[in-house]
């Protein structure tokens, strides 16, 4: 009879082991995938998209990016050939991400200053996406270190939009719970913007789906707008006549 319970023990342990030598999933690095369409057929994500997280330890620049497929088929077809694929959703992040980009010098060497991110200037520097999210360097061997270290380098990239962004956000409440932000929220990033959320549970929400995360901050900015910006007891000013 006490061979019964030696070898549940033994099964346990075995199974133990066995969990511990299967692969982990990669961890997402950066944020969510930021655009609507799948980057192999271009049709919108549906409601429910294929998720992928690339797992290549050998390229860090790849090795946990999050990508989104409108079917199974398109996710196959992608590892294929990755960079038809991706090129081109990454010049489209960079064209949507550099009117909120922070008005900061590069990342790896900030004494080096970079163009205006919202004038005619912005893309003559270098401007890469890493975990879905735009980086401005001041030359090729700085992109080189970041593509080769994201983590580090999205970490200073955070700190300066918190610091421009958040300054300035206007909203008192959580845009997915509802709830009110607490005196230290927690920040979320999708592409170069700034969420501000109630709890770390929010957050993830947030990412879930980030085209809807962006829409409600951009509706609730907009009801506030006008409050914030006419003075109490004055009219709204005109908009300026079409040429």
Do not use: H
Not at 11 to 23: D, K, S
Request: with cysteine; aromatic share 4%.
């Amino acid at each position: 009879m006490q061979k019964f319970p030696l070898l549940i023990v033994c099964a346990l342990a075995l199974a133990f082991e066995l969990g511990n030598q299967m692969p982990q999933a990669p961890a997402r690095i950066g944020c969510a995938w930021p655009l609507s369409t799948c980057p192999v057929c271009l049709k919108p994500l549906g409601a429910a998209p294929v998720i992928k997280i690339i797992d290549d330890p050998k390229d860090p620049s790849l090795n946990g990016r999050e990508i989104r497929f409108e079917s199974a088929q398109c996710a196959a077809t992608f590892e294929i050939d990755r960079a038809k694929y991706l090129n081109p959703a990454n010049e489209q992040m960079v064209r949507e991400q550099l009117p909120q980009y922070p008005a900061i010098n590069c990342v790896v060497m900030p004494e080096e200053s970079l163009a205006d991110p919202t004038g005619p200037n912005a893309g003559k520097d270098e401007n890469i996406i890493v975990g879905n999210r735009l980086v401005r360097t001041c030359c090729g061997q700085c992109a080189r270190r970041v593509r080769r270290d994201p983590v580090k380098w999205l970490a200073q990239v955070d700190k300066g939009i918190v610091a421009d962004q958040g300054a300035k956000y206007a909203l008192k409440v959580c845009v997915i719970s509802g709830a009110p932000l607490p005196a230290e929220p927690v920040n979320v990033f999708i592409g170069s913007r700034l969420v501000e959320v109630a709890t770390p549970a929010d957050a993830l929400k947030a990412q879930q789906n980030p085209i809807e995360t962006l829409a409600k901050l951009d509706a609730a900015l907009a009801a506030v707008k006008p409050a914030a910006t006419t003075a109490p007891g004055a009219l709204p000013s005109a908009p300026p006549s079409a040429k």
